[in-house]
């Protein structure tokens, strides 16, 4: 009787935790931008779905907001000089027909994006820490670059 209360006890707590994890807030940053080649570099997890918008929207989990006051209105840069203006930690810059997105930091954590179907995709990641990236749903042309990872 007591492990059957204790195995009820241990689903509740799993099944709040569980609960917890996939109910946290995305963030998220969309981009019109129906055509062109879109060059991704350095992102650790990424899922890439092509859909038959006219808009690139990139989400991710929301980290914690907590900050002090002195640090509003800062926002990070890294080594190259890139600057986050998406408030996910991406750089992104475009240039005619060219979308480049960057990351900030070594470990950015997954992202999802929705890519207009028709539009090339160019992936590049050196970094060890890189840990999957699935494309589904494209018809544009796709260019991988992974020392380390799978697609």
């Given at each position: 009787?007591?492990?059957?209360i ?5 689903l509740?707590?799993?099944?709040f935790?569980?609960?917890f994890?996939f ?15 879109i ?12 859909y ?6 990139i ?7 907590e900050?002090?006051?002195r ?5 990070a ?6 600057k ?15 979308v480049k997105?960057?990351?900030i930091k ?20 050196s ?7 699935y ?8 260019e ?5 990872g799978s697609?």
């Amino acid at each position: 009787m007591q492990t059957t209360i204790l195995k009820v006890q241990l689903l509740a707590v799993a099944l709040f935790f569980t609960t917890f994890a996939f109910t946290q807030e995305m963030q998220e940053f969309k981009l019109s931008k129906s055509s062109g080649k879109i060059h991704i570099e350095g992102i650790n997890g990424l899922e890439i779905e092509g859909y038959s918008g006219n808009e690139i929207i990139i989400s991710t989990k929301a980290k914690s907001k907590e900050s002090s006051e002195r640090a509003k209105g800062l926002s990070a840069i890294n080594s190259r000089g890139l600057k986050d203006n998406t408030g996910l930690g991406l750089a992104i810059k475009t240039e005619g027909e060219m979308v480049k997105i960057t990351t900030i930091k070594k470990n950015s954590g997954k992202f999802w994006m929705k890519v207009p179907q028709n539009m090339a995709v160019s992936f590049k990641h050196s970094s060890h820490s890189m840990d999957k990236l699935y494309i589904h749903n494209m018809k544009g042309e796709i260019e991988t670059s992974l020392q380390y990872g799978s697609v």
